[in-house]
């Protein structure tokens, strides 16, 4: 996986069930401008991993992103829903769990540093592989 923004299929079928027109615009625009949308690579991994960590959440949405999100080996998953957080932030090997305050303040990029693209000269603002999901406190996406 590159080192680039991703978005999982369920956040996108998420989102694409937006009834606000101009809400769902915003977020299909923002996701083609700034998202790679790569496809998980076993559906039956992935199913296997949304039963599994029933025991842990109940909301099926949630686990699959997670699922998802473990299945393209991406680094991070960041989200505003606290209940995904509180429930399924200890219950992955591979991917942490996090808001995305605590992935800004994670980078250590000091206050006031310009907008730069980052490359892999420059790794220490090299971004991770992440995965965004819109939660139900924050409608819109990071």
Known sequence: ?????????????????????????LHDEFVAALFLEPEVRS????????????????????????????????????????KFLKNLR???QRVVLLTPTEHWKALSIPIGTPPCVCTSSHESVEPAKLVALVGPERPSLV
């Open 1 to 25: 996986m590159s080192d680039a923004f991703n978005v999982t299929e369920t956040v996108v079928s998420e989102y694409a069930s937006i009834r606000d027109d101009g809400r769902r615009r």
């Open 43 to 82: 559906r039956a991994t992935v199913n296997a991993r949304v039963a599994q960590l029933l025991q842990f959440h109940d909301d099926e949405s949630d686990r699959r992103i997670l699922a998802e999100a473990e299945d393209l080996d991406l680094d991070a998953l960041l989200t505003y829903d606290r």
């Open 90 to 92: 200890s219950r992955s």
